[in-house]
């Protein structure tokens, strides 16, 4: 590709992108995200056949179901679909601001144990229940096809900076 169709390609993308801003303006809905979807919340759509399920319950008690794929963890897909869960530390299980709780007992079971360091973050999360997650830690299999997953009234977003030594 020469390097004039990849600039007009480029300049396409953001006209397509300010489009999508001024629609969204229009609808009187302001996005949480800063970023432009693309950025952030890796899903790839599921094949046919292969849905799997996921509800979201927002802090307002709105629903909010997708199909998503295999392998897609729910920091990744609240994302992708704007819903309001920051993952201040992009995924890497170093903050507790993708915090879900698990409505199904049942369901929470079949959802691989947690490791240690989630576990150490999950004791910095607000409103900490049996049944709470880290979404960015929990990944899509057949299993979970139907999980409902509830957004906790707010989230703490403490780092290790936060605990060091101020002269």
Same mark, same amino acid.
């Given at each position: ?70 392998g897609d963890n729910l920091l990744d897909i609240a994302q992708a679909n704007d819903l309001e869960m920051e993952g201040a ?29 989630? @576990? ?21 299999? *057949? ?8 957004? *906790?009234?707010?989230?703490? @977003? ?10």
């Amino acid at each position: 590709m020469t390097l004039y169709r990849r600039h007009q390609a480029e300049v396409e993308i953001k006209k397509d992108q300010i489009r999508q801003q001024i629609r969204v303006l229009e609808h009187g809905r302001r996005r949480f995200s800063t970023t432009p979807t693309q950025r952030h919340g890796h899903v790839t759509p599921p094949k046919p056949g292969e849905e799997l399920h996921v509800t979201f319950i927002d802090k307002d008690g709105d629903r909010h179901t997708f199909e998503v794929s295999k392998g897609d963890n729910l920091l990744d897909i609240a994302q992708a679909n704007d819903l309001e869960m920051e993952g201040a530390c992009g995924g890497s299980c170093a903050c507790s601001t993708c915090h879900v709780i698990v409505e199904d007992e049942e369901m929470y079971d079949k959802i691989p144990e947690a490791s240690d360091d989630e @576990n150490d973050m999950l004791d910095l999360a607000f409103g900490l229940t049996e049944t709470s997650r880290l979404g960015c830690q929990v990944e899509m299999t *057949p299993d979970l096809d139907g999980l409902v997953v509830k957004l *906790p009234q707010m989230t703490r @977003n403490l780092q290790a900076s936060d605990f060091e030594k101020r002269s």
